[in-house]
């Protein structure tokens, strides 16, 4: 039962500390691939340490929600790895508490005191990238539900322990249309909810603002939560995308020390593999303009009704 208790925290605490590791990794390799140097993969470590000691600024507009909101979407992203498979194959104590959905909610939870901030704070840019954002979740998060549905029928389970085992055992379905499709659809969300679909940017550019329009209010440890927040969601859903979807294999049965220092391992190479895809689709398509940014979403929405025929098929 200990061994199981350190395990769960194990992968609260492998969530928050790589999360900063998989962003400056993707943010060298973009540059690269523009033939740009970049900034070193452990940038992002010096950027946050850097915010946690510099002096808070708050505006004078701000209420008790501009206060709130970094801790609770802080908060959120170190629930949710409690909830899905980062290091082990096997439900451990509180992984019970909630399946994909609830962790779903979870997360948007997070972002929606994030846009409530943006608001809060009164700033023109906050009231831009709150709106740009609700915008984006309006079409995202049907989407997103559409795709749990398929995973349900497919596994006839929302844990996303069952959904691995299944595709696990059966090669079958891990290879049939059904599941296919619920790939490409939530690759899709993959590229929406970390902020790399190419009709906007970590920038601030105010064309192309959205995220950082929304923290723009924020300085000091409260941006540096924000900011961690952040590469924990990106984390998490290339966690779920990896180890529930695509790539189930390399998971700890047993719990053992060599068997989670593998399963980490097994985790860096598949975000290795998987932020390799990321960068090339965020840098061989053209920036989209942001009233086509339905285009894409349309796309996820129709694979995961794709996806719910295909099984229906089966």
Not at 243 to 256: D, H, K
Not at 287 to 292: D, G, I
Request: overall charge neutral; aromatic content about 10%.
């Amino acid at each position: 039962m200990m061994r199981d208790i350190l395990l769960q925290v194990a992968q609260v605490v492998t969530v928050l500390a790589i999360a900063p590791l998989l962003q400056g990794m993707i943010l060298q390799w973009e540059e690269r691939v523009q033939r740009a140097r970049g900034p070193g993969i452990f940038q992002p470590y010096r950027d946050l340490w850097k915010l946690f000691h510099k002096q808070q600024l708050v505006p004078e507009t701000g209420s008790f929600i501009y206060w709130l909101a970094p801790i609770v979407a802080f908060t959120c992203m170190l629930t949710v790895p409690i909830l899905i498979p980062v290091l082990t194959n096997y439900p451990l104590p509180e992984s019970d508490m909630g399946d994909i959905l609830g962790g779903g909610l979870i997360l948007t939870l997070g972002s929606f005191m994030i846009t409530l901030a943006g608001l809060d704070s009164g700033s023109a840019y906050g009231g831009i990238g709150a709106s740009r954002s609700a915008m984006l979740v309006v079409l995202a998060e049907p989407a997103l539900i559409l795709v749990f549905v398929g995973i349900t029928l497919l596994a006839k389970s929302m844990l996303p322990f069952v959904v691995n085992h299944l595709l696990l055992r059966q090669p079958e379905i891990y290879w049939s249309p059904a599941h296919l499709f619920l790939v490409a659809a939530f690759f899709i969300l993959l590229l929406v909810e970390t902020d790399r679909l190419p009709i906007h940017s970590s920038t601030h550019i105010e064309v192309y603002m959205i995220e950082e329009a929304r923290i723009l209010e924020y300085s000091g440890p409260l941006l540096g939560l924000l900011k961690w927040a952040s590469m924990m969601k990106q984390v998490i859903f290339f966690t779920i995308f990896c180890n529930v979807l695509v790539l189930p294999w390399g998971l700890s049965r047993e719990g053992e020390v060599l068997g989670v220092l593998g399963s980490l391992a097994a985790l860096l190479l598949k975000f290795m593999l998987v932020a390799a895809a990321v960068v090339f689709v965020e840098t061989a398509q053209a920036r989209l303009r942001y009233y086509r940014y339905q285009e894409p979403l349309a796309a996820s929405f129709l694979l995961a009704i794709l996806a719910i025929v295909a099984n229906q098929l089966r």
